[in-house]
């Protein structure tokens, strides 16, 4: 048996916050979306590399608030490419924590990704 690494879902409230901030800020490429039917909620993948995350604004999918933790190898990289695109919302600072190097960087809807680079 072979198990797959978990894709963390990530509740939204606004498709336009959420494209703005995890397309155009952070860097993903939406792999596909769905709606039931027109004017229903968003559900959509999106992907940078290896990292993969759902995002829905259907009410049961996820809680608002949660934090997934996502490990990588160049934490300085990531965070001069955030900084260098002055988002108006987020400043993520990197800080040196005994199991890594960490930013954490909060959505428009409460969630948190929180990148670590740990030792060598």
Same mark, same amino acid.
């Given at each position: 048996?072979?198990?797959?690494? !978990?894709? +963390?879902?990530?509740? @939204? =409230?606004?498709?336009?916050?959420?494209?703005?901030?995890?397309?155009?800020? *952070?860097?993903?490429?939406?792999?596909?979306?769905?709606?039931?039917?027109?004017?229903?909620?968003?559900?959509?993948?999106?992907?940078?590399?290896?990292?993969?995350?759902?995002?829905?604004?259907?009410?049961?999918? !996820?809680? +608002?608030?949660?934090? @997934? =933790?996502?490990?990588?190898?160049?934490?300085?990289?990531?965070?001069?490419? *955030?900084?260098?695109?002055?988002?108006?919302?987020?400043?993520?600072?990197?800080?040196?924590?005994?199991?890594?190097?960490?930013?954490?960087?909060?959505?428009?809807?409460?969630?948190?990704?929180?990148?670590?680079?740990?030792? +060598?």
């Amino acid at each position: 048996m072979n198990l797959s690494p !978990a894709i +963390p879902i990530l509740r @939204i =409230f606004s498709e336009e916050k959420a494209r703005e901030f995890y397309l155009d800020f *952070l860097g993903f490429a939406c792999e596909w979306e769905h709606r039931f039917e027109e004017g229903m909620p968003l559900y959509m993948e999106i992907r940078r590399g290896e990292l993969v995350i759902h995002l829905s604004e259907h009410h049961g999918d !996820a809680t +608002p608030g949660s934090t @997934i =933790f996502v490990h990588l190898d160049d934490i300085d990289a990531l965070h001069q490419e *955030l900084t260098a695109k002055e988002y108006a919302y987020a400043r993520p600072g990197v800080d040196d924590l005994p199991w890594g190097r960490v930013m954490q960087v909060g959505d428009p809807f409460g969630n948190r990704i929180r990148f670590c680079q740990p030792p +060598p």
